[in-house]
């Protein structure tokens, strides 16, 4: 026996859709005729011999091998083409190429001259200070700049490769260039 459980906006099983359909088909088919079951098999199926089994199987080894040589058949004429636009190209390419210069972002604006210049001076600043490297807040104070200013032209110079931070032992982070 089931236990009905209210949940949200259920209703109650007397007054739901499906004991609706359910009184529904009880009246208009008062006595419905009992299913009959299907009759039982005679005869028990006997196992096929092994080898009747294995006569009945295609050659898989057979198979493998016809497979090979169609793909073979079909991919000939594409393995010979490759074959001779790879001497065609060797033939055709007496010096290499030059490397193609690094491409720059051709993402956003430009920066503005203000910017740029203040980068500069960070660079200047940061190749001044040496070995050591030098702090963001102190980078701040010497360009008399704000640190979020100064810590958005060190990013741009570690993107183009010119500075890198580093953590360095009694000095914390420092920002040395390259």
Do not use: C
């Not at 039982?40 to 198979?63: F, G, K, N, R, Y």
């Not at 972002?105 to 030098?134: C, N, W, Y």
């Amino acid at each position: 026996m089931s236990f009905w459980v209210a949940k949200n906006r259920q209703k109650a099983p007397e007054e739901n859709a499906f004991a609706k359909r359910a009184r529904r088909n009880r009246t208009r088919n008062p006595n419905p005729e009992p299913e009959t079951a299907p009759e039982p098999i005679s005869e028990p199926e006997t196992t096929p011999e092994p080898s009747a089994v294995a006569d009945a199987m295609p050659d898989l080894q057979a198979l493998r091998e016809a497979a090979e040589k169609a793909a073979a058949l079909i991919h000939a004429d594409e393995v010979k083409a490759a074959d001779e636009l790879s001497a065609l190209g060797q033939e055709i390419q007496g010096e290499p190429e030059p490397e193609p210069e690094p491409e720059t972002s051709r993402r956003g604006r430009k920066p503005d001259p203000a910017v740029a210049e203040r980068t500069a001076k960070i660079l200047e600043e940061v190749r001044q200070a040496g070995a050591s490297g030098i702090s963001k807040p102190d980078l701040a104070e010497k360009v008399q700049e704000k640190e979020q200013q100064v810590y958005t032209s060190l990013r741009q110079l570690q993107k183009d490769g010119k500075v890198e931070s580093k953590y360095l032992d009694g000095l914390g982070y420092r920002w040395v260039a390259l």
